[in-house]
């Protein structure tokens, strides 16, 4: 099996592309910085007359097209063999490990107390807490499995009390996934239990890339945590590094809907990037983000070859650059469209609509309320 292990390895470099794209710490920005949801965003034009962006796209194909090009030669098969052999005990195992992490990410969010499902949903409502705490539990049987995934669409929609639409999309697909794949487990019928795995997947790869999406429409977002973590650029300017980390955190999650080499791959990548903000950001990172590494080490542990949703649009190389270009559209229409929808054209509310934050707003931050009257009046916070 060594052999095939140095098999791999030739295959890997591959991913080395992904060195040249900067991949800061994805921290979720609104857990540590200031926002608020409800302001313009900047023009999808600014994005695309980027030569940033541009440059990040490019860099990223590369890779898929190195990637799917060893994938279909000779040394394919015995570069998926060798990732099947590292991660065998994993996968022989899979449902009890996904079982096992959910269940502890609902143990830490009822002992962190205070929040819906992640950092930024804060809540006051003592229940909520323990509600989680009967998720976890409901986890461990197979006959309860569905309440727990029940359990966790109501939890999303009980934020919807305290916080807009629009900023409980971003959590709304990955809470799908799981509760997709809690739902589909216990079934007897194999052909639907059969695609729990592919809930998870794609319920994550559309979270991933529609938090992306922030990094276009709301850079402004990000300079905080540029100007307390400059380390996190990697010394590039933040007007290149941005755009850059959003390419990447968008193609990536798209490369986890694509061939199984280059969904595993990008999965490894992904959860290269996503522990290395650990560091930074503590435990705070760790907690909100530890569901979504997990995901990552099963889709890398993924054996799976056969067909999915889409198998039928991923079999020529030419395919790569059609479907990232209609998942790029798709996505970018829907987000700027749904928030002109939800906050007009201008992103204005009156005053007595102004959005719900997790932090106060503060005049050193562009995307908060401008001006001195900013400063005597009272943000909603929770």
């Not at 857990?31 to 900047?42: D, H, L, N, T």
């Not at 009980?158 to 709304?172: I, V």
């Not at 435990?283 to 997990?294: S, T």
Request: some cysteine; overall charge neutral; aromatic content about 14%.
């Amino acid at each position: 099996m060594s052999t095939q292990i140095k098999v791999t390895a030739r295959a890997l470099p591959a991913a080395a592309v992904l060195a040249l794209v900067p991949v800061a710490a994805q921290a979720h920005v609104k857990w540590f910085a200031p926002y608020i949801v409800g302001a313009p965003p900047e023009p999808i034009t600014n994005t695309l007359y980027d030569t940033w962006f541009w440059v990040g796209i490019g860099l990223v194909l590369v890779f898929f097209f190195l990637t799917r090009y060893i994938e279909r030669s000779s040394i394919g098969d015995s570069s998926i063999k060798a990732l099947n052999w590292l991660t065998n005990p994993l996968w022989k195992r899979q449902d009890d490990y996904i079982r096992s992490i959910v269940a502890a990410f609902f143990v830490a969010i009822f002992a962190v107390g205070g929040v819906y499902l992640t950092p930024d949903l804060k809540t006051p409502a003592e229940w909520v807490s323990w509600l989680q705490l009967v998720i976890a539990c409901c986890i461990f049987s197979r006959r309860t499995m569905p309440i727990a995934g029940v359990g966790i669409i109501l939890l999303w929609v009980l934020a919807l009390r305290d916080y807009e639409l629009f900023h409980l999309f971003d959590y709304l697909a990955l809470g799908l996934g799981v509760a997709g794949y809690l739902l589909l487990e216990p079934l007897n019928n194999e052909e639907l239990r059969s695609r729990r795995f592919e809930a998870l997947r794609w319920g994550l790869a559309i979270a991933l890339m529609w938090s992306s999406l922030e990094k276009f429409a709301f850079p402004s977002w990000f300079y905080p945590l540029v100007i307390d973590k400059p380390f996190l650029t990697f010394g590039m300017p933040r007007d290149v590094f941005i755009p850059m980390a959003g390419v990447t955190e968008f193609t990536l999650g798209f490369g986890l809907l694509w061939t199984p080499l280059i969904r595993r791959l990008s999965g490894i990548a992904l959860l290269v990037i996503f522990t290395a903000a650990v560091w930074p950001f503590g435990r705070v990172d760790l907690i909100g983000h530890g569901l979504i590494m997990a995901i990552l080490i099963a889709v890398a542990a993924d054996h799976r070859t056969g067909a999915d949703l889409t198998t039928a649009l991923k079999r020529r190389m030419v395919d790569i650059p059609i479907g990232l270009t209609g998942a790029l559209v798709i996505f970018c229409t829907a987000y700027w469209g749904l928030h002109m929808a939800f906050y007009g054209m201008d992103g204005s509310l009156p005053a007595e609509e102004l959005p719900k934050t997790t932090h106060s707003y503060s005049v050193e931050h562009p995307h908060g309320p401008g001006g001195p009257e900013a400063n005597t009046a009272e943000p909603h916070s929770h």
